[in-house]
């Protein structure tokens, strides 16, 4: 069974920060990962996805790594904003199942 | 439309009664996906609907609990007999095909509270 783990749980920041958030699977037979970002009482939004041939992906301020053999990926997030708070979660997609996600990381970027 | 589109926004209910929570995919998008997300915790996958294939229902959490989809189109989950442990947020999601590195795009979710 899959499963993904997020490290940390909770994160502070002063503004400017560059930071990684880390995510973790057990079962490197992965199509793909794909981050996202949940604002309070919201949906989700999606980040970025990282197809399982794919060792990084970019967008802007934001780069996520897949290392599919150990079972990790990183989201680097540069020069960090107060719009960046919010918890952002990694989920991983196996076989024939749906997302499995880890249990998120809550970022706050102090001003 | 634009993207997955759910409804209600809010549902309150009292215990003991049924309801029908609505996901409009998007458009082409054959794989559909529920979750639910209690107060504070992670997404708990629910069901997974992809093209004209049986669905993967191992994550309902009770018989209380069921969901449908016609074609590739709407799809509702009914949860009958409501408990106060089925508050949580009730996310929908749809990808052009699951499993292949395609994006999934999220509704912004039914918040349900049953009193």
């Known amino acids: 069974k899959q499963e993904v783990t997020q490290i940390p749980a909770a994160l502070s920041v002063p503004e400017g920060e560059n930071l990684v958030l880390n995510c973790s699977f057990t079962?490197?037979?992965?199509?793909?990962l794909q981050w996202f970002r949940q604002d309070p009482g919201k949906g989700l939004t999606s980040l970025l996805l990282i197809q399982s041939s794919q060792r990084e992906q970019t967008s802007g301020r934001l780069n996520a790594s897949l290392d599919k053999s150990s079972g990790r990926s990183t989201l680097y997030i540069a020069a960090s904003q107060p719009g960046d708070s919010a918890t952002y979660l990694c989920?991983?997609?196996?076989?024939?199942?749906?997302?499995?996600f880890g249990s998120g990381t809550r970022l706050q970027v102090q001003p | 439309g634009a993207g997955v589109s759910q409804s209600p926004s809010n549902k309150v209910t009292e215990k003991g009664k049924d309801v029908e929570l609505r996901c409009d995919p998007i458009?082409?998008?054959?794989?559909l996906y529920w979750y639910r997300q209690r107060l504070g915790q992670g997404l708990e996958f629910l069901i997974y609907f992809q093209g004209n294939s049986a669905p993967d229902k191992s994550g309902l959490p009770s018989d209380r609990f069921s969901a449908e989809r016609t074609g590739e189109s709407v799809s509702t989950l009914t949860i009958q007999r409501t408990q106060q442990e089925d508050s949580a947020v009730y996310l929908c999601a749809s990808s052009f095909v699951a499993g292949t590195g395609v994006e999934a795009f999220f509704g912004q979710g039914t918040r349900l509270t049953v009193v």
């Open positions: 989920a991983v997609t196996t076989g024939r199942r749906a997302l499995t």
């Open positions: 079962d490197s037979a992965i199509y793909n």
């Open positions: 458009s082409g998008h054959t794989a």
